[in-house]
T-cell receptor
C-alpha cells in the first residue's frame, strides 16, 4: 500500500514552453501533497505544500507564478512549470500524506529544458 | 528555525560489516519526529526508520537501528550486516509535531564494498 506515482518520469521541453507534472496517490487519499526540487547530488528542497481544494502554500523564494500547483482531488496534484528556462532543469519529487501522517514519495520527474 | 546536519558527505563499509551514519538537529520544540530516508540510484525515496521524540526507546527495523539522544539532539543510524543493496544516499529528516513539513539534512552517500 501507500504508492505514489509521478508522470512523466522524464521530460524534455524547449525554453519558453510549459510542462505539467502529475502526482497521484494510487491506493490512499492524500489530504496534503508536497513538491520538492532536488539538484544533482543535493538534498531535497521543499517548494510548496498543497492541500486538496485550497491554494498551495509556497516556501520562501519559490515563484508561485512560475510553479503552478493544483490539488483538485484527494488523489491528484499537478505542478506546472510555466515559461520554462534551462535553470528550471532539475529533478522534481512529490510526496503525499495520508491519514497516518506519514509521507510517501513518488519516483520523481527529471525535467530538462533546452 | 529547525536545522538538520549530516556531517559525513560520504561513508564506506565492507559487506557484512556495521556502519553508523551521523545526524544532529537543532530545535526548540519538545514534540517532533525524526526519520532516515534512503535514496538509491533510482532516486526513489524510501523510508528506512522513524522515531517519535517522546519515545525513549530507540527504533529498530531489522538491520537498521537508531541511537536517539534527545538531550544531545543526535539521531544516528546504524546499519548492521551491510549489504550491497544498502548503497545509496541517506537523508536524515525532521518534522515537528504540528506541521507536515520535512526538513532534510544534506545527505550521506554510503558505499558498500564486497
Amino acid at each position: 500500500g501507500a504508492v505514489v506515482s509521478q508522470h512523466p518520469s522524464r521530460v524534455i521541453c524547449k525554453s519558453g514552453t510549459s510542462v505539467k507534472i502529475e502526482c497521484r496517490s494510487l491506493d490512499f487519499q492524500a489530504t496534503t501533497m508536497f513538491w520538492y526540487r532536488q539538484f544533482p547530488k543535493k538534498s531535497l528542497m521543499l517548494m510548496a505544500t498543497s492541500n486538496e481544494g485550497s491554494k498551495a502554500t509556497y516556501e520562501q523564494g519559490v515563484e508561485k507564478d512560475k510553479f503552478l500547483i493544483n490539488h483538485a482531488s484527494l488523489t491528484l496534484s499537478t505542478l506546472t512549470v510555466t515559461s520554462a528556462h534551462p535553470e528550471d532543469s532539475s529533478f522534481y519529487i512529490c510526496s503525499a500524506r495520508g491519514t497516518v501522517a506519514e509521507q510517501y514519495f513518488g519516483p520523481g520527474t527529471r525535467l530538462t529544458v533546452t | 528555525a529547525q536545522t538538520v546536519t549530516q556531517s559525513q558527505p560520504e561513508m564506506s563499509v565492507q559487506e557484512a560489516e556495521t556502519v553508523t551514519l551521523s545526524c544532529t538537529y537543532d530545535t526548540s520544540e519538545s514534540d517532533y519526529y525524526l526519520f532516515w530516508y534512503k535514496q538509491p540510484p533510482s532516486r526513489q525515496m524510501i523510508l528506512v526508520i522513524r522515531q517519535e521524540a517522546y519515545k525513549q526507546q530507540n527504533a529498530t527495523e531489522n538491520r537498521f537501528s537508531v541511537n536517539f539522544q534527545k538531550a544531545a539532539k543526535s539521531f544516528s543510524l546504524k546499519i548492521s550486516d551491510s549489504q550491497l543493496g544498502d548503497a545509496a544516499m541517506y537523508f536524515c529528516a525532521y518534522r515537528s509535531d504540528d506541521t507536515d513539513k520535512l526538513i532534510f539534512g544534506t545527505g550521506t552517500r554510503l558505499q558498500v564494498f564486497p
